[in-house]
């Protein structure tokens, strides 16, 4: 009986033949819901908040260093891609991307920072993001007046793929 | 039958019995005067031939000047969870042990002793359990007033471990930490005479996580199930689902249909992609690679299902207080109506195959024995459980989600030993499929999540069982104030199973140690980072994202 279940064994082997995939060499599309990375975009956020109020491994960071300047940060190094911040997200700013080989020594490939200019409410003094195209216009304008501060706005309030947003964070490993 | 119940306690018991809560009729809370708290768990475990699931303790200072301690047990043929509840005072709380009657409630004990400093009065082996050994005295995580950041003055980094002393003619061989057949940090301590083990100490919890201090002072209801999903790699989903359903229990709140019937779906699927898995690891065990790496070729295609219906190969993210996440759409329904038809045809060659091959059938036959009264002592739970004859499944005696809308067997083999787990596992699966085909049937339209328009109420108590793939999993919630529960409790079904170990494995060969332990599904990630130093002239290289990607997708390297 044994001999027999050996070759109903080997029969399964034979008609299942090889299905390793030669990953990493070639890689496989992922599924469409596929949750990777997430990902902000700047011109949609509204700084509400929601994403760093929801985030379960507490990896967003809200500062707001003066009335008009909120700094969202997204530190990527224990985010476990659940996606409730793009789940929570009003406006639709966050998107899990598909990128899921996220191995690196320099923990600011993975960050981002979101520089979000807030609109001070004449009544109640809080801030809402300046949202009509004129109103951003003029903050960019203002922000020009310094040129070495415009070079750090633009690099740190859009996505730029490849390129870290910080150099200061590098993993050293011991020798 | 729950009022029939407790008129048999307060008949037994009269005033020892304070108040009792009687929920509905799947849930009982009985208030006991701590004094008696022996005779009544006694009374119930043998006379009432109840199950003992877990010990609970809780820090109610806050709110009501106390400590609680909640003994859960279950009455699975009339489907009944019942609690005992003790009120301790807050100075100095002390409680008399049920560890000598319960020897299943040793470990919970030992842990209320741990994190809370509720002293079991008379317990037979009062050692420190969760804790490490370099902790000081005196400092207890769980209690409200202790920081969930905080490390305590005096902690010692240099003590090394306290273990017992050998029997005498026996000889202490360590397995773990870290055993190249058990790849979980869990370290047993086996008092070997010849080839026979004849004892064994167990030291675990080395990577206790504090889930439920963080549960209970950082995250919220929309967070916690996120981290229950991470207590473990193979039941994750059940963890959370299981949170759910106690805050949902506690809180009154409805879960619509169509997520019941979704629910039931994930957790079938992830029962399907468990039971391949573990019998792959039981073949890989006793040395049988060839059937390990069938069983997981034939799970890959579910682990690509689940990660098309929600986004991820294992932690899902399905559930949230009130319903779930992930909607199945028709193309969805249909592909995985093909990939279960190929999953069955295939499943039922290897059963075949297996279910002849004498040479898994004599290294797992008469080995790990854990008979009936095995179970009933030490609380065993799931595939060890059924394996041996005994008939529980939470899914069958506690319904929840859309379970009692179905129609499954529950798989009992009557061996008793490792061989019967092998059994029970491999015919789970057929039934797995069977409710997951019921599932879409009978799925009605429907809103995904419930309509949470107020604030959950605080102070309410909601347990709950999940039939995880390894057995029995219980949550028990207390819900609170600040949108976050006040205390919860995950009961995994490795904590009864592997307090059952040392019976298991007592006077078996050491040979036979690893597929007694076998049960216990490892589970490990890493990440690998790189750095190339030249050495020739010292210079280091750091490399980046983007390098190393190009570098792993070319074959040169």
């Known amino acids: 009986m044994s001999i027999l279940s050996k070759l109903k064994e080997t029969a399964i082997c034979l008609n299942a033949g090889r299905v390793t995939m030669p990953y990493p060499f070639e890689s496989k599309p992922v599924p469409e819901r596929f949750r990777g990375r997430p990902i902000w975009d700047h011109v949609k956020c509204i700084g509400c908040a929601g994403c760093a ?59 981002q ?20 195209p004129l109103e951003a216009l003029k903050m960019k304008g203002y922000r020009a007046d310094d040129l070495a501060n415009d070079r750090w706005v633009f690099k740190s309030t859009a996505y730029l793929p490849g390129q870290p947003i910080l150099e200061d964070l590098t993993i050293e490993l011991e020798g | 039958m729950v009022s029939k119940k407790l008129q048999q306690l307060k008949d037994k018991f009269g005033s020892a019995i304070q108040q009792a809560d009687v929920v509905n009729d799947m849930r009982l809370l009985v208030y006991i005067d701590p004094a008696s708290v022996k005779p009544i768990c006694q009374y119930i475990f043998r006379d009432m031939d109840a199950r003992y699931v877990i010990s609970i303790g809780s820090d109610d200072r806050p709110y009501s000047g106390k400590f609680l301690v909640f003994h859960q047990f279950a009455f699975d043929k009339e489907k009944i969870l019942f609690s005992i509840i003790c009120q301790l005072p807050g100075e100095n709380p002390r409680i008399d042990s049920i560890s000598g009657i319960i020897p299943a409630a040793n470990w919970a004990e030992r842990e209320l002793k ?95 996580r504090g889930i439920e201090k963080l549960s209970e002072s950082v995250l919220g209801y929309n967070d916690v199930p996120m981290m229950a999903e991470r207590i473990c790699g193979i039941c994750g989903c059940v963890h959370s689902l299981a949170f759910c359903q106690a805050v949902e229990n506690g809180a009154g709140v409805i879960v619509p249909p169509r997520a019941e019937f979704i629910r039931t779906i994930m ?50 993210g399905l559930g949230i207080i009130g319903g779930v996440r992930w909607d199945f759409t028709p193309e969805l329904i249909a592909e995985t109506r093909a990939v279960l038809d190929k999953l069955e045809s295939e499943w039922r060659q290897v059963v075949a195959a297996v279910s002849k091959d004498k040479n898994i ?32 499944d939470a899914r069958r005696d506690h319904p929840y989600a859309a379970y ?46 419930a309509d949470i328009t107020t604030e959950l109420p605080a102070g309410r108590v909601g347990y709950t069982s999940i039939e995880a793939p390894r057995g029995e999993s219980h949550h028990f919630a207390i819900t609170g104030d600040d949108n976050r529960p006040r205390r919860w409790r995950a009961r995994a079904p490795t904590y009864q199973n592997l307090q059952g170990i040392p019976a298991m494995i007592k006077d078996q ?7 007694s332990l076998g049960g216990i599904d490892p589970c490990m990630s890493c990440t690998d980072r790189m750095e190339t130093i030249d050495i020739r002239t010292g210079a280091r290289k750091s490399w980046t994202k983007a390098e190393l990607l190009s570098l792993s997708r070319s074959r040169k390297g």
């Not at chain 2, 190249?180 to 370290?187: A, F, N, S, V």
């Not at chain 2, 499954?408 to 057929?430: P, Y």
């Not at chain 2, 060969?509 to 597929?515: G, L, N, S, T």
């Open chain 2, 509 to 515: 060969r050491i040979a036979d140690m690893q597929i």
């Open chain 2, 404 to 449: 009692d809308r179905v129609d499954f067997k529950v798989i009992t083999h009557n061996t008793a030993d490792v061989w019967g787990r092998v059994v029970v596992r491999m015919l789970e699966v057929f039934e797995s499929i069977n409710i997951i085909r019921q599932c879409f049937d009978k799925m009605p339209q429907g809103p995904l999540v």
């Open chain 2, 267 to 316: 957790l079938e699927i992830e029962r399907l992609h468990s039971h391949p898995m573990w019998v792959g690891l039981a073949c890989h065990l006793v040395g049988f690679d060839t059937l390990f790496m069938q069983a997981w070729r034939i799970r890959e295609p579910i682990m690509w299902l689940a990660e098309k219906i929600t986004g991820n190969r294992k932690t899902y």
């Open chain 2, 114 to 208: 741990d994190l809370l400093g509720i002293e079991p009065v008379g317990h037979p082996y009062p050692k420190r359990l969760v804790l490490p050994d370099a902790w000081p005295d005196g400092h207890h995580p769980l209690r409200k007033d202790f920081a969930w950041n905080k490390i305590p003055e005096g902690y010692d980094e240099e003590r090394e471990f306290d273990f017992d002393e050998t029997p005498p003619g026996c000889t202490a061989v360590p397995f773990g930490p870290f055993h190249p057949t058990l790849d979980e940090p869990e370290h047993f301590r086996l008092y070997v005479d010849g080839e026979f083990v004849r004892g064994c100490e167990y030291r675990g919890f080395m990577v206790h």
């Open chain 1, 53 to 111: 109020n929801n985030c379960p491994s507490r990896e967003i960071l809200i500062n707001d260093i003066c009335q008009e300047i909120r700094i969202l940060h997204y530190l990527g190094r224990r985010c476990t891609y659940c996606g409730r911040c793009a789940d929570v997200c009003p406006e639709d700013a966050i998107t899990m991307s598909h990128e899921f080989e996220n191995g690196t020594n320099k923990i600011t490939d993975l960050q």
């Open chain 2, 361 to 392: 059938m004599a290294r797992t036959s008469g080995v790990g024995m854990a008979d009936k009264a095995l179970c009933k002592e030490m609380g065993l739970v799931g595939p060890v459980a059924r394996g041996g004859g005994v008939d529980i």
């Open chain 1, 113 to 132: 920072r979101l520089e979000l200019f807030m609109s001070t409410c004449q009544r109640c003094g809080r801030c809402f993001k300046g949202q009509s």
